[in-house]
């Protein structure tokens, strides 16, 4: 089992639609989660940044940490096409495991 | 400030052959790292640096070398490349540990033939 999991899709929505991205761990003892943004043929940069567990709102964006449940979400609402990328999540207590990514398409 | 820069883009290699990989930062940041991706297999972390001088091997060391011999430079060496290291390798950066944001350079796409 790997020790982060996220589906990697793809995702396809229209415009306007709230998206939500999802990842599960399997360690509790994981403190520090991070949601990375990677547009084709790019390198990823970071999106959000949370600390155990809550809330956390950016703009569109929303990260949502449930420590007891081991599982993050990123809600991106009013979905734009600009928004159309992988979106990787990152958790971990100091070294960081990045999961598979979700490739989101955000249909004008 | 350029970021983090990786030369080169775009290489084919065949079986066998070998080749260095340079990353490149002027943030002044202390930790680099490389990763390799993979379809379905997100960003695996290869090798990383906590200094000037100093590598450790992450997730997938097998078959690559590092080196840091200045603090803006982390270079990966392929030995004696493979099919199996066909992938997109990044490079990273970051101001301490992987808590702290990691700065990603545009990728280096390596075909082995």
Redesign the interface.
Known sequence: QKEVEQDPGPLSVPEGAIVSLNCTYSNSAFQYFMWYRQYSRKGPELLMYTYSSGNKEDGRFTAQVDKSSKYISLFIRDSQPSDSATYLCAIGDGDMRFGAGTRLTVKP | NAG?TQTPKFRVLKTGQSMTLLCAQDMNHEYMYW?RQDP??????IHYSVGEGTTAKGEVPDGYNVSRLKKQNFLLGLESAAPSQTSVY?C?SSSA???Y??Y????TRLTVT
């Open positions: 983090v990763y379905g297999m997100g960003l695996r972390l990044f990273a540990g992987g808590i944001e990691q990603f350079g545009p990728g």
